[in-house]
């Protein structure tokens, strides 16, 4: 599977831009893939309307990691409007194109950017596009698709990630004594 990836995915995959967590964001986005289960979460911190920090975790393929990354380098400091107009073609381009069966994996990130800009939005009161609100409404069906048919899978997902958090603090603290 590896030779499928072009060479920028695999330079995303290994060494992925903006990865982990922002404390106190202006909105998170959790999405699943329907197709394969894998989960993300897409955090965003906004000042004058425009994405100033943006970090995302998940537990996807390569392909996903990959997208990830340049989506979160595509949406640094672009104004709200603007980073809606981001599309998984784009990201695809920019990666020099993904094996076909890979697609649906970059869905992940740009629904993922969708949903935390629905969670900005909503929270700060502001109007929604109807656009974002379809799109919000097809990510939450899928999200209730996907946690049933991977319920198991998803719990052991979210022990790791609570696991390896904690470890990190464990290690932060560590170090500071
Ligand atoms: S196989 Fe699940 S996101 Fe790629």
Known sequence: MIEM???KVMEHFLNPKNVGEIKNPSGVGEVGN???GDVMKLYIKVKNDTIVEIKFKTLGCAAAIATSS??????KNKR???ALKIRNEDVIKILGGLPPIKVHCSLLAVDALKEAIYDYLRK???????DLENAHER?????RIVKEKFKDFIKRSEKILDISEKSKNKDKRKNKT
């Open 5 to 7: 990836y072009t060479k």
């Open 34 to 36: 329907i197709v394969c």
């Open 70 to 75: 340049v989506i979160t380098e595509l949406a």
């Open 80 to 82: 709200i409007e603007d």
């Open 124 to 130: 700060s009161k502001r109007q929604i596009p109807k």
């Open 139 to 143: 990510i939450e069906r899928e999200k």
